[in-house]
């Protein structure tokens, strides 16, 4: 194997980088909503069903942008791609403060989502392009960043709510997200040739065609996120229903989405002990073995308890997708085969946000809500396997 160069710290740099953007971003996109369900029903007598759609349109806007944006991040520079999102997150939270109809927030959470695709799959790709060698870890690191904000844009959104009401939330969200990921956008850059270079050098041969890989990827990751998106969206209502307090109940998501960080990068180094797919499957049983759990526990303390265990394996599923799509496809279409199979992924976050508050809405309690997750995730862990088993046979695939 040729010996890894010298990257000094920029690599690290690109890192912390996508990290922070990720977690501003995508904290605000896949359940930054979830602490706004409770204010926006009481100013506007929504159910819970229609303001989940907000946060399904937002991302259906990031699986559609997904297949557009990495298919331009192949050919253009990463930094306008990346501040075009930027951008258009802050700018769509601003406008949002001022909303007062349902289809506006749909449309400005889409506009949002669209755009913001170029913060994920391409900035994934940037870096793992960085690392020819322990790109489980880096990915990992930098994936973390979303967990961050999973965890830190609710629960910091539930304080500002409750300071300045939920307008004033989002227009204070649009403008740290304007003010942090701008400069952050123009620090991008893709490594140096000598880096690209080993890298493809150091990459294994694919194993099966990257359509049977971005089919099949695509197909577990929709069930997966499916999963993965109810106790994000609706953790926090299902306790508020408990009658304790929204700051109390966002602050079991964040202990559990502060775990998840060292889920993430914990699953990444496993990932590059074990190989890909193995650590995705892990990752993957933990999260369907404990979802369902959430419904049976009606204590504050015992939320406490048991999130963070939760967390932790949960988070191990997206560093496992993102490995695992790294590892079975062609560097010179990764960005683009990444942002198809990630937007399926959004598209299952969709599905589960939106089924969560649709069958809360049917059965007033969201024993039905988990108990779909708990199936997707079985569904999931049944095609992931069976991917396992196939390149087995083929006995190309080694670990990281």
Not at 111 to 125: H, T
Not at 302 to 313: D, E, H, R, S, T
Request: aromatic share 10%.
């Amino acid at each position: 194997m040729p010996a890894e160069p010298h990257r000094g710290v920029d690599g690290w740099v690109i890192v912390a980088a996508v990290a922070t953007m990720l977690a501003i971003a995508m904290g605000q996109l896949v359940n930054g909503l979830s602490v706004f369900f409770i204010p926006l029903e009481q100013a506007f007598g929504w159910p819970r069903g229609s303001i989940a759609l907000i946060n399904t349109a937002g991302l259906v806007g990031l699986a559609l942008g997904g297949v557009a944006m990495g298919s331009i991040a192949d050919r253009a520079p990463i930094r306008i791609v990346a501040l075009a999102g930027a951008v258009a997150v802050g700018v769509c939270l601003l406008l949002a403060a001022g909303a007062d109809r349902l289809w506006q927030f749909h449309l400005l959470f889409f506009l949002a989502g669209l755009f913001a695709a170029g913060l994920f799959a391409p900035l994934i790709a940037l870096v793992g392009s960085w690392f020819p060698t322990g790109a489980g870890l880096a990915i990992g690191i930098a994936s973390a960043g979303q967990a961050v904000g999973q965890g830190g844009v609710p629960f910091a959104s539930a304080f500002l709510i409750e300071a300045f009401g939920w307008r004033g939330a989002f227009l204070a969200e649009g403008v740290v997200s304007l003010a942090v990921m701008v400069p952050l956008a123009l620090l991008l850059k893709p490594p140096p040739r000598r880096v690209q270079a080993v890298a493809l050098q150091a990459e294994p041969p694919v194993p099966l065609s990257p359509t049977a890989v971005t089919v099949w990827l695509s197909a577990a990751v929709l069930l997966c996120c499916t999963c993965m998106a109810v106790p994000l969206m609706h953790l926090v209502p299902l306790i508020q229903g408990h009658a304790i307090a929204a700051p109390d109940a966002s602050g079991v998501l964040f202990v559990m989405l502060v775990a998840a960080i060292l889920g993430r990068v914990a699953f990444g180094k496993l990932a590059d002990l074990i190989g890909p797919i193995p650590a995705y499957m892990a990752a993957s049983l933990w999260q369907t073995v404990g979802v369902f759990a959430f419904t049976a526990i009606h204590d504050l303390a015992l939320f406490y308890v048991f999130a963070p265990i939760y967390g932790f394996g949960y988070a191990g599923v997206m560093t496992g997708v993102l490995v695992t799509a790294r590892a079975l496809t062609p560097a010179a279409r990764r960005a683009t085969l990444m942002g198809v199979i990630l937007a399926f992924a959004w598209l299952g976050h969709g599905v589960g946000g939106f089924q969560g508050g649709f069958f809360f809405d049917l059965t007033g309690h969201y024993t039905v809500s988990f108990g779909n997750a708990a199936l997707a995730g079985v569904l999931n862990l049944l095609l992931v396997g069976l991917l396992f088993l196939t390149i087995r046979r083929r006995n190309t695939l080694l670990p990281a």
